[in-house]
């Protein structure tokens, strides 16, 4: 019996092993087996949306080449605040062509909504894997070049519907603090326009700044959160300069979200979970379940302007691979992302088959940015720090325990806000590393907004502490979710050594981490808090 058992265990690990071992990307999934979405809201009244976002099949698959697609024209995405009113014209032309098109048909904005709710809300699994397990293009390295991809047939279905080759989309620059861009696009405000959604957030509205950090209280001064802006930025993409850091981390073919080891969790980038979710949060319109349109992934692309809120963090990609102050940055360069397949709809509404490593490139795609307005004002930010001595005798003194990292302390409950103090690695810093503060198994169940904000040396750090400051780690937003995927399971990652030398306590043993939830009451666990080198 007892050898029997032993025996099955043995049997058992070693699949365990081979699964490991035969990592692979992530492939189309089986687009004749969608399951109906599903969100429901434990605030208030308990509501559970359905969206049946299952996708049309239109035929054989077509794969993609670059001699297949070759543009006539350049596609030159501008910022949205500086179009002209012929241009807004045009566009407003553009998605009311494409609002008009039956549902049935691939390329109408209800099903290129639905190409999003469909990979982000468990429509449909991942094939070739043991197992249900959702396939999800959020919280890891799939996030920005599917999104690229995403963007790039969406444009070229709007270009064919306006017989305009070079038509682009217009990108939201809400990096820019200066000349506007930080406000909703006054285009997408026009009431009665394809570009209007009323699903949107009533105290954001031109001229109110939306803020980058998803716990900016609302009466802040506007140059406050200018400020917490510039630093936001600063700290999701200056100072993120790993891929792991910026894009996300591994997801391969049998990760799952919900309950991978804590070990291996993926985790997603700082341009998504900082940045860029935060918007999705203040767009979305709070007098509705799961903050329609923009604040969930079941609904935020029926809202036109995801589509330029995305052309941003696209952009800013390139802008972090190529324009940094410390040289070029480089993408991922594991086969099972490079080998990563999605599929869309193309502008004759045939399905493509792309991969990962054809989307690295936008010129190849022929798509160019214009230069954004200010983006030199948060390359250069220079976060002041609010302190300037080692927080932790004072942290001992009031009890702040000592965490290390997982699997040792179980699962800690953050509550509204939790400090530890938690001791840096003990040998010299090599010169090619990057410090970095690894928040272990961070696990949320997403039925409603929430925030993780990160500090380090502020023990007394609660809701409303500013953002602004170097020490300010950054964001963890979380957007309500549906059904299958639902559940999520991850490890947060940030460059902390830039903090620290501004604060000026990088010679110190041991550092106090202050970890603040915001945004709702959702309970949020850790297992662990790691400092470590990694590779640049
Ligand atoms: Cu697919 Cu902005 O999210």
């Not at 959702?134 to 999104?147: G, I």
């Not at 979380?478 to 903090?499: A, C, H, W």
Request: with cysteine.
């Amino acid at each position: 019996m007892a050898q029997n058992l032993s025996l099955v265990l043995g049997l058992v690990l070693a699949t365990a092993l081979l699964v490991v071992v035969q990592a692979s990307p992530v492939q189309i999934p089986d687009l004749t087996k969608c399951q109906v979405a599903s969100a429901s809201s434990p605030a208030g009244p308990l509501v559970t949306l359905y969206f049946n976002c299952c996708l049309p099949l239109t035929g054989p698959m077509i794969d993609f080449s670059f001699e297949r697609y070759k543009s006539p024209q350049k596609h030159i995405r501008r910022p949205a605040h500086t179009a002209s009113e012929e241009y807004i014209a045009k566009y407003i032309k553009a998605y009311e062509l494409m609002r008009a098109l039956p549902d049935t048909d691939p390329r109408s904005l209800k099903v290129q909504a639905n190409i999003h709710c469909s990979f982000c809300n468990g429509g449909y699994l991942q094939r070739g894997v043991n197992g249900d397990i959702p396939l999800q293009v959020h919280f890891s390295w799939l996030f920005l070049p599917w999104h690229r991809w995403y963007l790039y047939f969406h444009e070229r279905i709007l270009a064919s519907l306006i017989g305009d080759p070079g038509f682009s989309l217009l990108y939201w620059n809400w990096d820019d603090q200066v000349h506007g861009g930080n406000q909703i696009p006054e285009a997408f405000t026009r009431v009665n326009t394809s570009l209007y959604d009323e699903k949107r957030r009533p105290e954001v509205q031109p001229p109110t700044i939306v803020p980058l950090a998803a716990s900016t209280p609302a009466n802040l001064s506007a140059s406050v959160v200018t400020n917490e802006n510039l630093n936001n930025m600063y700290q999701s993409i200056v100072t993120a300069s790993t891929a792991t850091l910026f894009m996300g981390g591994a997801l391969r073919a049998g990760d799952d979200l919900r309950k991978s080891t804590v070990i291996n969790a993926p985790l997603g980038g700082a341009i998504e979970n900082g940045v860029h979710t935060a918007i999705h949060f203040y767009v979305g319109d709070p007098r509705t379940q799961l903050l329609q349109d923009m604040g969930n992934f079941g609904t935020a692309s029926r809202d036109p302007l995801f589509y330029s809120h995305h052309g941003n963090v696209d952009r800013l990609w390139e802008e972090w691979r190529f324009n940094m102050p410390d040289g070029e940055r480089f993408d991922h360069t594991d086969p099972d992302f490079l080998n990563a397949e999605f599929v869309f709809y193309d502008e004759n509404a045939n399905m493509v088959r792309v991969k990962v490593k054809d989307a690295l490139d936008n010129k190849k795609l022929g798509v160019y940015y214009k230069k954004g307005l200010s983006d030199n004002r948060w390359i250069n930010y220079s976060p002041p720090a609010t302190t300037n001595e080692s927080a932790v005798a004072a942290a001992v003194a009031s009890g702040v325990p000592f965490v290390g990292e997982s699997p040792l302390n179980g699962t800690i409950n953050i509550g509204t806000n939790f400090s530890a103090i938690v001791k840096r690695p003990s040998e010299k810093k090599p010169s090619k590393k990057l410090e970095v503060l690894n928040i272990q198994g961070v696990q949320v169940v997403r039925d409603e907004f929430v925030a993780l904000v990160a500090y380090v040396n502020l023990p007394g750090a609660g809701r409303g502490t500013p953002t602004d400051s170097a020490e300010y780690l950054g964001t963890f937003n979380i957007v309500p979710t549906s059904g299958q995927s639902r559940q999520l399971f991850t490890n947060v990652k940030y460059e902390i050594g830039d903090n620290l030398k501004r604060i000026g306590i990088q010679n110190e043993e041991e550092v106090v981490i202050s970890l603040v939830t915001t945004g709702s009451n959702a309970t949020v666990t850790i297992e662990g808090l790691k400092i470590d080198y990694e590779d640049q």
